[in-house]
Structures are given as C-alpha cells and as structure tokens.
C-alpha cells in the first residue's frame, strides 16, 4: 500500500517531491454543486508559502494553484477536483554533500532503510513542502463546511517562549509573521528567533487549532472517533511530535469533577459550563467549539555540525546547507487549519451518509 491517502468520503491523495517539477493532489469524493476557483483556494497557500518573511525559508515560490479537473463553469462536478503547483525555485545543489550521509533528526535514514532508495534533494517526499497541497485540499473540504464552521489556528509557543493567553485576540493572528494571537509576545519572539538564526541552529512550537459551529454528532463509536482521526491528521505534518484535545495532557493533574463539562439548560437548549473535552466526548462533536493543539519540533536542517554517518557506514559531521525555516512551526499554522478542514469535511459527509442529516 503507498499510504499517500487519507480521508475514507472526503479522500485525498497528494504526490510529488520538493525538488520535482511541481506538486499536486487529487480530492475525491467532493459533492458537486459547489462553487470553486483558484481565488478560492489561493488565500489559504499565500500564508502557507515560502519567504514572506526573514524568519522563514528564503526559498521563493509563488505556490500558484491550478485545478486541473473536477470543476466545470465555476461549480464542482462530483469528479476527482486535481490541483496542481509547480516548483519554480529549487536548488538542488545545496544537497549536493548529503547525497550519502543522513541528517540525524531526518527521514534520510528510515527512507533509505525501508526503500533501499532516498530523494536526498531537500528530503523528497518526506519535505514539508508537501503540506503545500493539503492546505490546498483543506480549502476545498471549507467548501463542503459551509461558511458557519468556522477553522482559525495561531502559535501559542515558540521555544520556550509562550503566549499570554488573557492576551489572546484572533485579530493580531495575520497582524505578526508568526501568527501570534498575543501582540505582547512578538518582540520576544522576534529577538529569540533571530538569535537561533544567527547562530545556526532551530526552534520548536505550539499551534492551536480551533474549529467553531461544527455540527454536534460528527464521529463515530469505537473506531472512527473524531479526536482520533484528528489526532492522526496532525501527527501526519511534518515534524509534529505530538497531540492533544482540549485540555489534554493537563487534564491528568485535575480531578473528576474539575475535568467534567457540566450540562444546563438554557433557553430549552443543553448548554455547556465548560470545555474541557476540547467539544469531544465518546469521540462524537457535542457543538462545542473543537480544540486541538500539536507540537511541532525543532527544524533539523541546521547549519550547526551534528555527528553522523554516512550510507558507507563512515562516522561524519553534517551539516545542511540551503535555505530552510529556524522554526518550521510558523507555516504549520495554516497547514493545522487545513488538516481540521478535511477532517471535518471527511465526518460531515460520513454523519450524512449514516444518518441522513
């Protein structure tokens, strides 16, 4: 099996390699009827794409998408949607000295192991330029969304370094080249990353994802949980570490009735106290807004020497030349909001298909 899928309504199959002539992806199982263009989906690459600021990759592509297929007279067709993005700026000789020795904190050496064969030109397949293509997919599930639900992600900690939370307004997130919600925090950030740089070494983060006005009754008992497929979703960026929903890993030091959400009633509605399940529970939506946050790990391109080996078996130095993020979380941020667009798009159409509703 290529595992180059994900999805099982709304599937998507994305292809191609960071130094290769272009990238593309193939979203099946789109409903027709839906209005679609390149202006639909161009916004969400533009604040994925590379160089628009000093403290991201300086590598310059205009990642301008093409549909290729699966849209007619400005509306989908219920066909495979193909989108496609040509690679317009690579230098594949700053790989040139790598061709035999892996980069420690890469998938130089679990390419190489499992195919006996690596695209060593800035890591091939295993490149986060291929997230290029899931934004672009997860601009296509916002079609099937609707405009109600409503996905917005920020970064919430770069290295050390987090975010006041009572700071916290979505308006500053496209006001910073980081995507901060908190104003406060970005001279700070600015100062780390910039100190990181110079000295040639990489950054973490946290980003947040917050989904709101999703449908209660999304997922499904035991295996086809919604928090279990987002979790998968994020884990598949990347560089992501790790996960969790709501208040995740913090919810193991609260007790019971801390953890619990409790149940009112308001104006004839059940209303929530709290949100602690991250608008989970049982691994269906309960209308609450969904939270999830993923950690992304330092970039291991890194112009600092780390030991290492080559394909020889020769004990060598290494370090990566070329033109690469001092914090690759930056750009994980629009790629967090498309991943919780297609997963959602993918339960929404799978609720349909059970219920009806």
Not at 93 to 99: Q, S
Not at 192 to 213: D, H, Q
Not at 273 to 282: Q, R, Y
Not at 320 to 328: L, Q, S
């Amino acid at each position: 099996m290529s595992h180059n899928t994900f999805g099982h309504l709304f599937r998507v199959t994305t292809w191609g390699e960071s130094h290769g002539p272009a990238i593309g992806c193939v979203v099946d199982g789109c409903p027709p009827g839906l209005a679609l263009s390149e202006a639909d989906i161009q916004p969400f690459l533009d604040r994925r794409k590379p160089g628009t600021s000093s403290f991201t990759t300086q590598r310059k592509e205009p990642d301008a998408v093409r549909i290729l297929s699966g849209v007619f007279e400005g509306k989908t067709t219920g066909t495979p949607v193909s989108l496609l993005i040509e690679n317009t700026d690579q230098r594949s000789r700053d790989y040139g000295d790598i061709a035999q020795t892996y980069r420690p904190g890469h998938a130089d050496l679990t390419y190489d192991l499992k195919y006996g064969i690596r695209d060593y030109r800035g890591g091939g397949r295993s490149s986060a330029r291929e997230t290029a293509m899931r934004v672009a997919a997860g601009a296509v599930a916002r079609r099937i969304l609707g405009e109600q639900v409503r996905i917005r992600a920020a970064l919430i900690q770069l290295g050390p370094h987090k975010i006041d939370r009572s700071g916290w307004d979505w308006s500053e997130v496209n006001n910073n080249p980081f995507f901060s919600p908190d104003a406060s925090v970005v001279p700070a950030w600015e100062e780390y990353l910039t100190t990181i740089r110079k000295n040639g070494l990489s950054a973490g983060a946290v980003i947040e994802v917050v989904a709101e006005n999703v449908p209660a009754g999304l997922g499904a008992p035991i295996y086809g949980k919604l928090d279990s497929d987002l979790a998968a979703a994020f884990m598949s960026i990347n560089a992501v570490k790790g996960v969790e929903i709501g208040d995740g890993f913090a919810s193991a030091a609260l007790t019971g009735v801390e953890n619990a959400d409790p149940l009112f009633m308001r104006d004839g509605q059940i209303a929530f106290g709290a949100n602690h399940a991250g608008g989970i529970l049982g691994g269906i939506s309960t209308g609450q807004p969904v939270v999830a946050r993923f950690a992304v790990k330092p970039t291991s391109s890194m112009l600092t020497p780390v030991p290492s080996v080559t394909s020889d078996g020769v004990e060598k130095e290494v370090i990566t030349k070329g033109r690469h993020d001092p914090c690759v979380g930056i750009r994980a941020v629009p790629v967090g909001e498309a991943m919780m667009a297609c997963v959602l798009a993918d339960h929404l159409l799978r609720h349909r298909g059970q219920t009806g509703r």
